[in-house]
C-alpha cells in the first residue's frame, strides 16, 4: 500500500497490543473505549494485511507478521517520540551556534560589544555575525533564513510576518569636539545654523534628523555626506564640524574620542529601537535565547 494511506495511530495500536496481549488492557494504556480499540484493530488489520493479533485461551497473541514488525516499529515510534515529538533544546554553555545579526555600522557600535561580553561568559562557542543590509533587503534575508535577528530602527518590518519587541526609546544629540572654540555647553539656534555639519545617509538613505529638517525647511551648511556612522569619530575629534546623531551612539562615541555632547537647538520626534524577527524562527529555542539576551542587555 501507499505510505500516504497508512493511519501512523495504528501503530501505537500495534505497539499496545504487543505489550498487554488483550484489547481491554491495550484500551486502557491508550485511553480507548472498547468500540473504539476494536475499530482501530479492524483499520490496523486491512491496512497492515494480516490479522496480527488472534485471539487464543492465553490472550490475544501475535501472528508471525505481527512478530516480524515488533522490532521496526518500535523503533519507529521511537523516533517519532525522540526526533518529531520532543522539543528540542538549546544550552548556551555548550551549543556551538553562529547568529547572524542585521545592524547597520552604528549598531554594531552600540551593541555588538555587549552582546560578545555576555556571549563570551554565558555561551562561549557561539559566534555572533554583523550584517548591513537596507531596510528593504532585511526582511527579505530574515524570512529565506539568512540572518536571525534585525536590531535597530527598522520601520519596514513592522508587516505581517514578522515580529518585533521593543527595547529603547532614543532621542538626537549633537557632537563636537571637545576643543571646539565656538561651542560651548549650549547651541543656540542660531550658532546651529551658522556652523559646519557633518551628516550620514546610512545605505543611502536620509537619516531620521535630516527627515525632521526636511520637513521644518530647515537648511544645514553641510560640508561631508558620510555613509557610515563609525567614520565620524575621527572626523568630527580632528575638526570644527558638528554632527547631529541618535544619542546612544553618541554616548559611545564620547567614551572612544575628544568629543562632547551637546543637546541640538531643536529635537526631532523620538524613536524606538527594536529587535525584529520573522515567524519562521520565532519558537526556535536558540533564536528565544539570542532575543532574550537582547531585551536583556537592551531593554530600558
Not at 479492524?42 to 514488525?69: C, E, N, S, Y
Request: charged share 20%; glycine share 4%; with cysteine.
Amino acid at each position: 500500500m501507499n505510505i500516504a494511506e497508512l493511519d501512523l495511530n495504528v501503530l501505537v495500536v500495534f505497539a499496545a497490543m504487543l505489550q498487554h496481549q488483550s484489547v481491554t488492557r491495550a484500551g486502557q494504556a491508550l485511553n480507548l473505549s472498547q468500540p473504539a480499540m476494536s475499530a482501530a484493530l479492524a483499520k490496523m488489520r486491512i491496512q497492515l494485511g494480516d490479522p496480527l493479533f488472534v485471539r487464543t485461551g492465553h490472550g490475544m497473541r501475535p501472528t508471525p507478521r505481527a512478530l516480524q514488525l515488533s522490532e521496526p516499529v518500535q523503533k519507529l515510534l521511537e523516533i517519532v517520540r525522540l526526533d518529531v515529538l520532543q522539543q528540542p533544546l538549546f544550552d548556551p554553555s555548550t551549543a556551538r551556534r553562529i547568529f547572524t545579526i542585521i545592524t547597520p555600522d552604528i549598531g554594531e557600535t552600540v551593541f555588538l560589544p555587549k552582546m560578545l561580553a555576555y556571549a563570551q561568559v554565558n555561551a562561549p562557542n557561539i559566534c555572533l555575525r554583523s550584517v548591513a543590509i537596507s531596510s528593504e533587503g532585511a526582511g527579505e534575508a530574515l524570512e529565506l533564513g539568512k540572518a536571525d535577528l534585525a536590531i535597530g530602527y527598522f520601520p519596514d518590518l513592522a508587516k505581517a510576518g514578522f515580529f518585533q519587541q521593543r527595547l529603547f526609546k532614543n532621542s538626537f544629540v549633537s557632537i563636537v569636539r571637545s576643543e571646539h572654540p565656538r561651542v560651548g555647553d549650549h547651541l543656540t539656534m542660531e550658532s546651529f545654523l551658522a556652523e559646519s555639519h557633518a551628516i550620514v545617509r546610512p545605505a543611502g538613505r536620509t537619516h531620521l534628523f535630516e527627515r525632521f529638517l526636511d520637513e521644518k525647511h530647515i537648511k544645514l551648511d553641510v560640508r561631508v555626506e558620510l555613509s557610515h556612522f563609525a567614520s565620524l569619530l575621527t572626523l568630527i575629534s580632528s575638526s570644527d564640524l558638528i554632527a547631529t546623531v541618535p544619542r546612544d551612539i553618541g554616548h559611545v562615541f564620547a567614551t572612544l574620542a575628544r568629543v562632547r555632547l551637546v543637546d541640538p537647538p531643536l529635537q526631532p520626534p523620538s524613536f524606538h529601537l527594536m529587535q525584529h524577527w520573522h515567524s519562521i524562527v520565532n519558537s526556535d529555542p536558540a533564536n528565544i535565547w539570542l532575543r532574550q539576551m537582547v531585551k536583556t542587555l537592551f531593554s530600558d
